[in-house]
């Protein structure tokens, strides 16, 4: 089980790598990605601001929830920090267990809980040069 | 006690600042620290009540504040 705030790109294949076993028989692997639009407004990029050691606990609070709940310690999680640009991972979850059902379950509920707990906010950068921070569960 | 209160995003943009300084009483609890703040100038734009973390976890408005505690007032969160 390993939970990080990174200010680099998120390498998703060695997440990957990290959580897969032979005794695991399915990977769940869930990316969030910056979106071209919200609101209706065209976004260039999303800047990420973290209070970093609040979100570290509380991602690492998480991740010990779900491997009780769902039956895995293999979790590995990343959220960056900083510009990131179209189509770049903002988050990657990797959840490695012995059958699907668990891992995706638990990959659904990791990130729902990063979007209601995890204190991370994100400035949109928007094509026409103006800039906002977006409110809860955008 | 004084404290430095730790604010992010759109609050640190509304007080114009990464933190502001409050004095309370040696028995104060989160809402009294979160009346202070909201009595600055700067804290004006602070909401009535604010999510407040004490040493990295949530607190509830009656949760006693203790010198030394870091406290940090948190705008809604967007992560993902």
Redesign the interface.
């Known amino acids: 089980m390993r939970t990080a705030v990174v200010d680099r790109p998120i390498d998703v294949a060695s997440l990957a790598a990290e959580v897969t076993s032979p005794s695991n028989g399915a990977l769940s692997l869930f990316i ?1 990605t910056v979106r071209n639009v919200n609101d209706g407004r065209a976004v260039e990029a999303i800047e ?4 970093a ?3 570290e ?1 509380e991602m690492g609070d998480i991740a010990r929830e779900a491997a009780e709940q769902f039956g895995t310690p293999h979790i590995v999680i990343e ?1 960056r920090t900083g510009y990131v640009a179209l189509g770049q991972a ?2 990657a979850i990797a959840v490695a267990h012995p059958h699907r059902a668990n891992a995706m379950d638990a990959s659904r509920w990791i ?1 729902e809980q ?10 949109e950068h928007y094509v026409d040069g103006s800039r906002q ?6 | 006690m004084t404290l430095d209160v730790l604010l992010f995003a759109s609050y640190a943009d509304s007080a114009g600042a990464p933190s502001v300084r409050v004095t309370v009483p040696d028995d104060a609890r989160v809402a009294d620290v979160v009346q202070a703040v909201r009595a600055l100038a700067s804290g004006s734009g602070i909401p009535e009540r604010p999510l407040v973390a004490v040493n990295h976890r949530y607190a509830a408005p009656d949760h006693l504040v203790c010198a030394g505690d870091e406290v940090a007032f948190i705008p809604p969160v967007a992560g993902g």
């Open positions: 969030g990420y601001n973290a209070y050691p609040m979100a606990r959220h903002s988050v990130i990063i979007k209601g707990r995890v204190p991370i906010w994100k400035m921070w977006t409110g809860q569960g955008s």
